[in-house]
């Protein structure tokens, strides 16, 4: 695959909101509001395009290995909203099978207004069935129901007089008051399956994929048709752009050689100050990239 001809975007996977064993740093487990602010504010000052935060209710004990800290998506990018000004708020991932659609278009369509339209909507078919159990939502046949509440959100999101008729949604006569400000609210799509690209693809505005090396990511994008302005999203290892600058910038061109169109940065930090320090040299690092034409 030919290296990204795009200039690349670049956002944060927000440490402390979501704390994975092996990829979070152990400052994290004690860290703050005020912490996490200072981290939102640097990253909106130094330009970087959006900021993540993921969505979980309840992790089973038996899951524990995924990581237990998820700060609530809605509250927490709400929260972040006040802080900055221009950084855009991406929920990675919104599980849809939680929701209904129109939930998610009254809750994030507000968010999007009080944030002047910065909602970035990253959505999931969702992996941990004890969850959906919990929560009374259905597990069997959550692709399709996944793929129904795609198709409502896009008929909804930002419009005040909602219709949708699908498979398992079917509503108008219906007024959603605010809804987003955006004409069109990105959709962002999670996944590791060829399945979930093609989702993306058909559905979405962009693919977020985790977990997957670089020949399983090529193979895969190899495999579908993707559009002009279509969002490959992928996310870095943990980076150290102060002590290893060289190393840092070798993951994020093997990304982009593989068709990232924009690059998720999880950082290495000893506290939040030093991740701020990690930001600013990490946003040295990448200017050159930035200012391809």
């Known amino acids: 695959m030919k290296h990204n001809t795009t200039i690349p975007r670049f956002g944060i996977s927000t440490p402390i ?87 998610i278009a009254k809750r994030y369509g507000t968010l999007d207004r009080l944030s002047s339209g910065r909602v970035i909507l990253g959505v999931g078919v969702g992996s941990l069935e004890e969850e959906f159990d919990l929560l009374g939502a259905a597990w069997r ?9 795609m198709r409502a959100l896009r008929a909804s999101l930002s419009q005040r007089r909602p219709e ?23 959709l ?10 093609r989702r993306a693809v058909e559905l979405g505005d962009g693919w977020m994929p985790f977990g997957l090396g670089v020949g ?27 002590w290893d600058p060289g190393r840092a910038m070798e993951k994020i061109t093997r990304l982009l050689d593989s068709g990232a169109t924009s690059i998720t940065c999880t950082l290495t930090a000893d506290s939040a ?6 930001l600013a040299a990490l946003t040295e690092l990448v200017a050159p990239l930035r200012e391809e034409k």
């Open 17 to 103: 909101v979501v704390q994975v064993p092996g990829v979070a740093s152990p400052w994290e487990a004690d860290a703050g509001v005020d912490d996490l602010t200072e981290i939102a504010a640097t990253a909106d000052r130094l330009g970087f395009d959006y900021l993540t935060c993921a969505e979980h209710v309840a992790v089973p004990t038996s899951a524990e290995g995924r990581g237990v800290a998820y700060w609530d998506p809605l509250s927490t990018l709400s929260f972040l909203a006040a802080s900055t000004e221009r950084i855009r708020l991406a929920t990675s991932v919104l599980v849809l099978g939680y929701h209904h659609p129109l939930e």
């Open 141 to 149: 046949g959550r692709g399709s129901r996944a793929d129904d509440a």
């Open 164 to 186: 949708y008729h699908g498979e398992h949604y079917d509503y108008d006569g219906l007024i959603v008051e605010p809804c987003g400000v955006q004409e069109s609210i990105p």
């Open 188 to 197: 962002w799509v999670g996944g590791r399956s060829l399945r979930s690209l």
């Open 216 to 242: 399983a990511l090529r193979d895969l994008l190899g495999q579908a048709d993707v559009p002009t302005g279509f969002e490959i999203v992928l996310g870095t290892a943990p980076l150290d752009p102060i």
């Open 273 to 278: 100050a030093n991740y701020s320090e990690q």
